[in-house]
């Protein structure tokens, strides 16, 4: 952006020295650079030349944990009964109808969905690297560089999670579906990965797929990749009691342990979903600060279990949210399940504040995602910001001072009216100004699959 922006937000959720507060009338100045110049709370009616938005504002929501080609599984992989490993080959099956341009089509329409959501940047878990049977394109990189310009043309941030996937479990030969995730081993990983380029609004990370895809001895020349680059790590971690049952028998110690013993763990790695783990496992993650990327609506409908979270958070661990499978696309919904969750374990209330889960699905959800400078609205953050109505059926009622709390636990997607990104309007009156039939462009996508 060359030219300053003022939107006048009718209330705001904004930082304070003590914690987060809603403030009335509140006008946001986005400058050259898309960054917030100033935010004045208290400005009194809109003046005019600003950008009036009703409702509340609050920071764009990062999407920390995504699979773009899950959201074609959505509805079909409802019917009858399994468990993770029976939606594994479901999955596996749609994997393998994907080319670059199809994922493209797949991906614009998926981040269109999540800006609707007000999600302004997602964390991109890429392991669909190949074509099918493992052969390479031309471009090596062609599936990832289609998920950066998929996010590109639906307005929001990126954070290209590039994934080493090796092994169908613990050094064994992938599987036939599995080629494709495949470079054979970490030090090819790496060459490729490293040839991937960020953009403005794409930034390079990497990720080790779990424990039982990466072996044992390759799992710290992924660490030292990302650790060169000063870049995020992602794993999935101990998701399922099968997974810690097959690392013990392998390794003698819990995925926790192994990653711990080969460098992995530390504050710029997130682990993801860490459904099962025990209490030294808790130990190891606090005790190197790294990040818990928690996915309650995936985890429940895959019947993983309810994580620690609260425990983790309690020992020092950041907590942020992701969509993981895209069962849904709410980042409120994933705020709302991780209260909930754990009342249903514990069976009382209030574990976690409302202003607690929005940070995690905003601020630390961008640092997971190597944004530090997104998450907040203040002088000096990029102007990435949503706004939700407070007039819906789901809404209406509550005072606005308790905007943080009608947000969490009442509001949902459908409620979002705005996105800006960047200072730029994505998402106006609830419409997609980039992508205008988000809805059409997914079935259009989805059903090329079939």
Same mark, same amino acid.
């Given at each position: 952006?060359?030219?300053? $922006?003022?939107?006048?937000?009718?209330?705001?959720?904004?930082?304070?020295?003590?914690?987060? =507060? $809603?403030?009335? *009338?509140?006008?946001?100045?986005?400058?050259?650079?898309?960054?917030?110049?100033?935010?004045?709370?208290?400005?009194?009616?809109?003046?005019?030349?600003? $950008?009036?938005?009703?409702?509340?504002?609050?920071?764009?929501? =990062?999407? /920390?944990?995504?699979?773009?080609?899950?959201?074609?599984?959505?509805? #079909?992989?409802?019917?009858?009964?399994?468990?993770?490993?029976?939606?594994?080959?479901?999955?596996?099956?749609? !994997?393998? =109808?994907?080319?670059?341009?199809?994922?493209?089509?797949? +991906?614009?329409?998926?981040?269109?969905?999540?800006?609707?959501?007000?999600?302004?940047?997602?964390? *991109?878990?890429?392991?669909?690297?190949?074509?099918?049977?493992?052969?390479?394109?031309?471009?090596?990189? +062609?599936?990832?560089?289609?998920?950066?310009?998929?996010?590109?043309?639906?307005?929001?941030?990126?954070?290209?999670?590039?994934?080493?996937?090796?092994?169908?479990?613990?050094?064994?030969?992938?599987?036939?579906?599995?080629?494709?995730?495949?470079?054979?081993?970490?030090?090819?990983?790496?060459?490729?990965?490293?040839?991937?380029?960020?953009?403005?609004?794409?930034?390079?990370?990497?990720?080790?797929?779990?424990?039982?895809?990466?072996?044992?001895?390759?799992?710290?020349?992924?660490? &030292?990749?990302?650790?060169?680059?000063?870049?995020?790590?992602? $794993?999935?971690?101990?998701?399922?009691? /099968?997974?810690?049952?097959?690392?013990?028998?392998?390794?003698?110690?819990?995925?926790?342990?192994?990653?711990?013993?080969?460098?992995?763990?530390?504050?710029?790695?997130?682990?993801? &979903? /860490? #459904?099962?783990?025990?209490?030294?496992?808790?130990?190891?993650?606090?005790?190197? #600060?790294?990040?818990?990327?928690?996915?309650?609506?995936?985890?429940?409908?895959?019947?993983?279990?309810?994580?620690?979270?609260?425990?983790?958070?309690?020992?020092?661990?950041?907590?942020?949210?992701?969509?993981?499978?895209?069962?849904?696309?709410?980042?409120?919904?994933?705020?709302?399940?991780?209260?909930?969750?754990?009342?249903?374990?514990?069976?009382?209330?209030?574990?976690?504040?409302?202003?607690?889960?929005?940070?995690?699905? #905003?601020?630390?959800?961008?640092?997971?995602?190597?944004?530090? *400078? =997104?998450?907040?609205?203040?002088?000096?953050?990029? !102007?990435?910001?949503?706004?939700?109505?407070?007039?819906?059926?789901?809404? !209406?009622?509550?005072?606005? *001072?308790?905007?943080?709390?009608?947000?969490?636990?009442?509001?949902?997607?459908?409620?979002?009216?705005?996105?800006?990104?960047?200072?730029?309007?994505?998402?106006?009156?609830?419409?997609?100004?980039?992508?205008?039939?988000?809805?059409?462009?997914?079935?259009?996508?989805?059903?090329?699959?079939?």
């Amino acid at each position: 952006m060359s030219a300053v $922006v003022t939107y006048w937000a009718e209330h705001a959720w904004l930082p304070h020295a003590d914690g987060h =507060a $809603v403030e009335r *009338e509140v006008l946001i100045a986005v400058g050259p650079g898309g960054r917030i110049a100033k935010v004045t709370p208290g400005s009194g009616p809109c003046p005019a030349g600003a $950008v009036r938005l009703a409702g509340l504002a609050l920071p764009g929501q =990062a999407n /920390a944990h995504s699979h773009a080609f899950h959201r074609a599984l959505r509805g #079909t992989v409802q019917t009858g009964s399994g468990t993770f490993w029976t939606w594994r080959d479901t999955m596996y099956r749609v !994997a393998s =109808a994907l080319d670059p341009d199809s994922y493209l089509a797949l +991906a614009t329409a998926v981040y269109a969905e999540m800006a609707l959501a007000g999600i302004s940047a997602v964390g *991109e878990f890429h392991y669909l690297h190949h074509a099918p049977g493992g052969v390479r394109y031309d471009d090596p990189n +062609a599936m990832g560089e289609a998920l950066i310009e998929a996010a590109q043309r639906a307005g929001i941030r990126i954070t290209l999670l590039d994934t080493c996937y090796l092994s169908s479990g613990f050094g064994a030969e992938p599987t036939d579906h599995q080629l494709r995730f495949s470079d054979g081993d970490a030090d090819a990983w790496a060459d490729r990965a490293a040839r991937l380029v960020g953009a403005e609004h794409a930034r390079i990370g990497a990720a080790v797929h779990s424990v039982r895809a990466v072996p044992a001895g390759q799992l710290g020349a992924v660490a &030292h990749f990302a650790a060169m680059r000063k870049a995020p790590l992602h $794993v999935h971690l101990s998701e399922q009691t /099968a997974e810690n049952d097959a690392c013990l028998a392998a390794h003698g110690v819990t995925p926790t342990r192994l990653l711990a013993d080969h460098g992995v763990l530390g504050p710029r790695t997130s682990a993801v &979903h /860490a #459904t099962h783990l025990t209490d030294e496992d808790i130990r190891l993650l606090s005790d190197s #600060t790294t990040a818990i990327c928690m996915c309650p609506t995936t985890e429940r409908d895959l019947a993983d279990g309810i994580g620690p979270a609260r425990r983790l958070a309690a020992a020092g661990c950041p907590i942020t949210l992701g969509s993981d499978s895209h069962a849904v696309i709410d980042p409120f919904e994933e705020a709302r399940a991780l209260e909930l969750d754990e009342r249903l374990r514990t069976r009382t209330r209030g574990h976690w504040t409302a202003n607690a889960l929005l940070r995690a699905g #905003t601020e630390d959800g961008h640092a997971s995602l190597g944004w530090p *400078e =997104a998450g907040r609205l203040e002088a000096g953050a990029l !102007a990435d910001f949503c706004v939700l109505a407070l007039d819906t059926v789901r809404t !209406a009622g509550p005072p606005p *001072e308790l905007g943080a709390e009608t947000a969490v636990f009442a509001a949902g997607a459908a409620d979002v009216r705005h996105l800006i990104v960047g200072g730029r309007h994505v998402v106006k009156d609830g419409a997609h100004q980039l992508v205008p039939d988000v809805a059409g462009e997914l079935a259009a996508a989805i059903g090329a699959l079939r």
